[in-house]
T-cell receptor, first 115, second 113 residues
């Protein structure tokens, strides 16, 4: 299965600043996804990022707040902009392994705390 | 009504017990069904993946999907303290974004030695 890494693993940021989270995969994948897991909650999809096209955002999430880049088939970034304490969450990227159908694998997550 | 319902527990069992975890869902369009295990402060780890209805077994784990009842289950045999984690069901296959996973709330499991 695909091996996924994320940077940073955690960060504490001040209100009003922005943080860019990186996601690196050890193999080429078409579809990458960004999820948010708020404290004590399950995972919610933020957006789908396909290489060569604009990211597709889910209801409740907008590009100005969560801009995403997908420059190639192994890398993506998610930026959390103009942060507020409500953005304190774990942010996870995931990929569909092209050799394993629709199986989806997750990175270790980035734990963000906004003060 | 949530698209995917899962009892959050917590569920506490003695070591060696058979554990049954369940989810129900409302959208009959779901085609792919997954169970993830998530340890504290870690990302979700894919345990089982099933396409459509049927059973799948992998070691001590068995996944069942009953699309007619919109009900999926995960059974853990001979449970171990190392199985203590949160178990998340997830589903995908919707038209427009087949990769979008809809998660249940997660069930917290504790296996006591």
């Amino acid at each position: 299965s695909a091996v996924i890494s994320q940077k940073p693993s955690r960060d504490i940021c001040q209100r009003g600043t922005s943080l860019t989270i990186q996601c690196q995969v050890d193999s080429q994948v078409t579809m990458m996804f960004w999820y948010r897991q708020q404290p004590g909650q399950s995972l919610t999809l933020i957006a789908t990022a396909n290489q060569g096209s604009e990211a597709t955002y889910e209801s409740g999430f907008v590009i100005d707040k969560f801009p995403i880049s997908r420059p190639n088939l192994t890398f993506s970034t998610l930026t959390v902009s103009n942060m507020s304490p409500e953005d304190s969450s774990i942010y996870l990227c995931s990929v569909e392994d092209p050799d394993r159908g629709h199986e989806q694998y997750f990175g270790p997550g980035t734990r963000l705390t906004v003060t | 009504q949530k698209e995917v319902e899962q009892d959050p527990g917590p569920l506490s069992v003695p070591e060696g017990a058979i554990v049954s975890l369940n989810c129900t869902y409302s959208n009959s369009a779901f085609q792919y069904f997954m169970w993830y295990r998530q340890y504290s402060r870690k990302g979700p780890e894919l345990l089982m993946y099933t396409y459509s209805s049927g059973n799948k077994e992998d070691g001590r784990f068995t996944a069942q999907v009953d699309k007619s009842s919109k009900y999926i289950s995960l059974f853990i045999r001979d449970s171990q303290p190392s199985d203590s984690a949160t178990y998340l069901c997830a589903m995908s296959g919707l038209t427009g974004n087949t990769g979008k996973l809809i998660f249940g709330q997660g069930t917290t499991l504790q296996v006591k030695p």
